[in-house]
């Protein structure tokens, strides 16, 4: 049932009950029909089952063979396993830095129960009592007075001038003056929006004044908090654009992995197969016309068992040498660098993803209310020739009351009343004072008005004597056009005199002017007494008046979003309003904002009901601005531009953000006046609620991203090099580095300069790109050809150091001799070359195209990155010079000379790729002109 198309009587038939509510015996049966008022809570998973499921990378998993390939091997020889301990500690690394995602639908769900009342006043056995919020059942009849949290789903059947602050579920500034008749003039098959169903009363709402009766309809699940928590719970969180990269690069990884692998140990076997043939003066063509089972038995006899062990250590080390060990655990730790860094500038990150995310959004969908305005009605025009005496009217014909702290209690449109009157100098405290109340016709609104009679207190000696009067005054505000309709006269020049045809037709103008310019406008107007009326009957009070003035207010913006708006369109990304505010209102503070200029570009919810899917899915680009929406819109919104490809990210504060936060690629919830469940259902976490933090976040994360593919571009060319080096020290048959070599390479010499690259500033043009693609991958804008063609040069100067280590050890070129499969001297110049050789090339990597040794030179100095630069230099020559750990890895202590000429070639990788970077440069600079 749609219980705000209904008559009351039809609704407490539904549901059982009646207005003396429902007997303890009825609730208790009702309780064990339909369960408690509470939100479902789902299964979280162990701590456990979060540390093995980072397992899962294929990457990970052929570092785990090669672990247990290493053990067998170490088993078999006897020899301490060296490979399997250092791999083992990697995959642990990278498992526990992995942990770190969080039940964040748990969380929000936990939110939602607390803000459900604890206790709720209702009807039992006829008697008021309190219960527990969570023990409500349907056909309960509650009671609400100002400042009561709504505990269920309800339709009002009893109404004192209520009025229910909706802000969190609908967007709605104002709270929303409740009645009890049913709507009508509605197609019961039509959604009526949650902000225009004014006889109902929703779980997470707040009465801000009056008081009024309600029966419960919904609980639990069943309300519409239990839509949102479920579409939280039920909403689907996709890979950020990072994590499909690295998905991506972890495929293409695995697959080279496993094809060179196999390749290299079916090349060794041949070429062992071949040495054998050859060496009983046969060959392949011969053996395979004439061989039998038998011969083919005998053949790979020939190979001895050591041999097969061999060729899996080389498959091993090639398996070691392809994987960036160290990449999940550099891109990790630069992403939390990152986060460090936004939480100085208040932009609080619960996902370390999202950090990269941002800086690649395109769309920012943003909730109105309290994200792009203040949540605070403020007075910002009037009409009327003695402003003074306007908001005189304003701050005494007021409920609301200023506290000694400065802040305002009552409802938000009596509240920006009285912070007028304060902007003008005007003390409440005082006003009430001079001008105490004497009596009144409280708001009501069926007539949209309310007045107050006020004496003009006489000053008197005597405090304890009867106060005296020198006359009264009434003062009376309300809705423009029924105050317009009680007023008589007007304030011309200071003076009372009658209101013409041609005044009202000026007010009725003014009027316009500001309700056009989606102002809430209010009329303010007088009525003197000589004594104090007989009578307090609004029909007796409220006639002949005197009309003084018009008030308009609004939500305003907060005043620093108009830049970051223009600033964020500068960067290329496009901001869309989402709310739940009426259009006019909606379209105001999006023209004034920038975000669009046409109203043809907003659309209502109902109108958006009306579109089909496959028609929307094409139409979203035309629309900048919607009003009047659900939750369920805001998901149905986030999802369509996520299914044209654009990186969305939803911004928002109350609960009916959640589901679409959630849904987003990014999700950033409002620190200060944001939900628990938005908070914790989103990404990140604005802690001054400020838009243009965004602004700043959106830099962060672009530079944050280029600093993570230069990391990525560092340790695939670094791989590439390994991978090339042992893949042609295999076909040459001799030993180039071994896994332990490798692994040292990756997790020391390359995994400090990496990290650091993750501190490197900003690029100066970083905020006047055009966001990315989603669908560009790892290797695009030139990352493939650079980590290419830099992993070549490194395996080539390590071969190099390889031959001339060797030369300067035995006086003789030997370049193809099998003899050097135990070379050290070489092995040992191969990985100190290579290992210097990344060591320098970190430098390089401080910028894709821009020279890095122009930005030295010009002040742009990453300390960080030299201090890594240094330390890795350090650490790697220990090994090399220092004779028992030289041991260790199998190497022999080179002397000065051999120090000195690896040293020069690993250096030269800053020359040539300056010089490939000075012709890259070149070529954009053509293609540009």
Known sequence: MKHYLETVDAVFAEVGSTAAG???????????????????????????????????????????????ISAGMAVVEGAFPTDVIIILTVVIINAVLGVYQESKAEKAIEALQEMSAATSKVLRDGEQASVKSEDLVTGDVIILEAGDAIPADCRIFQSASLKIEEAALTGESFPITKMIDFIEGKDRDAEV??????????????????????????????????????????????ETPLQKKLSQLSKILTWAVVGICVFIFAFDIIYALTNHLSGVGSNWIDFIKSADGAAWQTLFQSIEGHAWLDFFMTAVS??????????????????????????????????LTAVETLGCAQIICSDKTGTLTQNKMTVTEHYGEDETLLATCMVLCNDAKLGADGKVLGEPTEAALVHYGVKLELSQAALAQTLPRVTEAPFDSGRKMMSTVHGLLLPQDDPDAPPQYAGFVQYTKGGPDVVLGRCTHVLKNGQRVPLTDADRADILAANKALADRALRVLAAAKRDWDAVPTSSEPADLEQELTFIGLTGMIDPVRPEVKSAIEECAGAGIRPVMITGDHKDTAVAIAKELGILEDASHAITGAELDAISEEEFAQRVVEFSVYARVQPEHKTRIVNAWRAKGYITAMTGDGVNDAPSIKSADIGVG??????????????????????????????????IYDNIRKAIQFLLSSNLSEVLGIFTASILQFTLLKPAHLLWINLVTDCFPALALGAEHAEHDIMLRRPRKSTDGVFSGGLGVDSLYQGIVVTFLTLAAFFIGEFMETGHWKFFDISLADGAQGMTMAFFTMSMCEIFHSFNMRSQRSSAVAMFFKGQHNVLLYVAMVASLVATSVVVLWAPVAAFFSFDPINAKEYGV?????????????????????????KAQ
């Open 22 to 68: 429902l007997t303890q015996a009825q609730a208790e049966a009702h309780l064990v029909a339909n369960g408690k008022n509470k939100l479902d809570q789902a299964e979280k998973d162990s701590m456990i089952k979060r540390f093995f499921g980072q397992m899962k990378d294929p990457m990970i998993i052929i570092l785990l063979v090669a672990a247990a």
């Open 318 to 351: 090639l398996a070691v040498a392809a994987i960036p060990e160290g990449l999940v655990a550099v891109v990790t730790i630069v992403l939390s660098m990152g986060v460090t860094n936004m939480s100085r500038k208040n932009a609080i990150i619960r996902k």
């Open 193 to 238: 929006p949650l902000g225009d169903r004014k006889n109902m009363a929703y779980m997470g709402s707040t009465v801000a004044f009056g008081r009024g009766k309600a029966v419960v309809v919904g609980t639990g699940m069943a309300t519409e908090m239990g839509k949102i928590a479920n579409a939280i719970a039920n909403a689907e969180e996709g």
């Open 670 to 703: 409002m620190g200060i006046t944001g939900t628990d469940v938005t908070k914790n259902v989103a990404d990140m976490v604005l802690a001054d609620d400020n838009f243009a933090t965004i602004v700043s976040a959106v830099g962060e994360g672009r530079r």
């Open 902 to 926: 690896a040293v020069a070639l690993a250096f030269s990788i800053i020359p040539i790729v300056e010089i490939v970077k000075l012709f890259q440069r070149a070529s954009a600079k053509r």
